[in-house]
């Protein structure tokens, strides 16, 4: 269902350039002016060539900017109550730019780390009437390239006044991730996608008040979302700073096989860190009772 293209221009950068693209604020500032970067500066792997030396992060290069995706917005039901809450619940010009600029900073950290960021080019929201809350996919001509983020107008109406611009955020950046992950050339459990989705919205700051941590230790490792998310949190404070993008990483260069992959990026069955993370927290539980 391909979209009529350039229907609704992306909205001018309320930032301008000299602003300082300092790389520890995610800010619009330098997103927002780099959404109109000609193609072949869009072009993946800028950062490879300086990667051996960088490795500590202090010899990085505050110019380079991971490439920006062209940004749109279409309104499918202008009249429909959703709608009127999105638009005045969040201000989609800056809102968008900065949570691009979050998500590829949470899975590559700089251009110049040697991450391999996937070229997408353009990355269109559709708020809608539709069920569910939303949902990523690639636009039918070019699906890895081209995203469309639906965003269901019925969900946004249904959040709590109080909560909207925060879970609005929230479902945006999850959504984000989907543009922005890899996926085991197509094999990774969906648990874990959606599990790295919603890691990266809990290190935002973002998690709803109904996601509790301690739940996912009565499910499995791969139960996707924050259950998942909370265990891939706890790999990051166990194997330390960057093992989610790792596991990213790792999603990138093989098909994945469930032994093969974990034992190689952490050096033990996932079956295994599931079984330490349950024990700990059991233990942190009987520490607090
Ligand atoms: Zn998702």
Not at 201 to 207: C, I, S
Not at 222 to 230: E, K, R
Not at 281 to 289: F, M, P, Q, V
């Given at each position: 269902?391909?979209?009529?293209?350039?229907?609704?221009?992306?909205?001018?950068?309320?930032?301008?350039?000299?602003?300082?693209?300092?790389?520890?604020?995610?800010?619009s500032?330098?997103a927002?002016?780099?959404?109109?970067?000609?193609e072949?500066?869009?072009?993946?792997?800028?950062?490879d060539k300086?990667?051996?030396s960088?490795?500590?992060?202090?010899?990085e290069?505050p110019?380079?900017?991971?490439p920006?995706?062209?940004?749109?917005l279409?309104?499918?039901e202008?009249?429909?109550a959703?709608?009127?809450?999105?638009?005045s619940?969040i201000?989609?010009?800056?809102?968008?730019?900065s949570?691009?600029?979050?998500?590829?900073k949470?899975l590559?950290?700089?251009?110049?780390?040697?991450?391999?960021?996937?070229?997408?080019?353009?990355?269109?929201?559709i708020?809608?009437?539709?069920?569910?809350v939303?949902y990523?996919?690639g636009?039918?001509?070019?699906?890895?390239?081209?995203?469309?983020?639906?965003?269901?107008?019925?969900?946004?109406?249904?959040?709590?006044?109080?909560?909207?611009?925060q879970?609005?955020?929230?479902?945006?950046?999850?959504?984000l991730?989907?543009?922005?992950q890899y996926?085991?050339?197509?094999?990774?459990?969906?648990?874990?996608?959606e599990?790295i989705?919603?890691?990266v919205?809990?290190?935002?700051?973002?998690?709803p008040p109904h996601?509790?941590?301690?739940?996912?230790?009565?499910g499995?490792w791969?139960?996707?979302?924050?259950?998942?998310?909370?265990f891939?949190?706890?790999l990051?404070?166990r194997?330390?700073?960057?093992?989610v993008?790792?596991?990213?990483e790792?999603?990138?260069?093989?098909?994945?096989?469930?032994?093969?992959?974990?034992?190689?990026?952490?050096g033990?069955p996932?079956e295994?860190?599931?079984?330490?993370?349950?024990?700990e927290?059991?233990?942190?539980?009987?520490?607090?009772?």
């Open positions: 269902m391909p979209l009529p293209q350039g229907t609704t221009p992306v909205p001018l950068p309320i930032f301008l350039p000299g602003m300082s693209p300092a790389d520890s604020t995610p800010t500032a330098a927002a002016t780099t959404t109109q970067l000609p072949h500066l869009t072009k993946e792997g800028a950062g300086t990667a051996s960088t490795t500590n992060g202090l010899s290069s110019a380079k900017e991971f920006q995706p062209r940004l749109r279409h309104l499918n202008l009249t429909d959703g709608t009127s809450i999105f638009l619940s201000s989609p010009s800056s809102l968008l730019p949570a691009v600029s979050r998500v590829q949470a590559y950290v700089h251009p110049s780390r040697g991450y391999h960021m996937p070229n997408t080019r353009s990355v269109t929201l708020v809608r009437p539709m069920d569910g939303a990523t996919t636009i039918e001509i070019d699906p890895e390239q081209h995203k469309e983020i639906h965003l269901s107008s019925r969900f946004v109406a249904s959040i709590s006044p109080e909560r909207r611009s879970e609005l955020e929230g479902v945006i950046v999850h959504e991730v989907h543009c922005y996926n085991g050339h197509g094999h990774a459990p969906g648990g874990l996608i599990g989705a919603d890691w919205r809990l290190g935002a700051g973002l998690a996601w509790r941590k301690g739940e996912e230790v009565k499995k791969d139960a996707g979302y924050q259950h998942t998310a909370y891939l949190q706890y990051e404070e194997f330390g700073e960057g093992t993008r790792r596991l990213n790792g999603l990138r260069t093989a098909r994945y096989e469930e032994k093969p992959f974990w034992t190689q990026t952490l033990r996932v295994q860190l599931w079984e330490d993370y349950k024990k927290d059991e233990l942190k539980r009987g520490t607090r009772s």
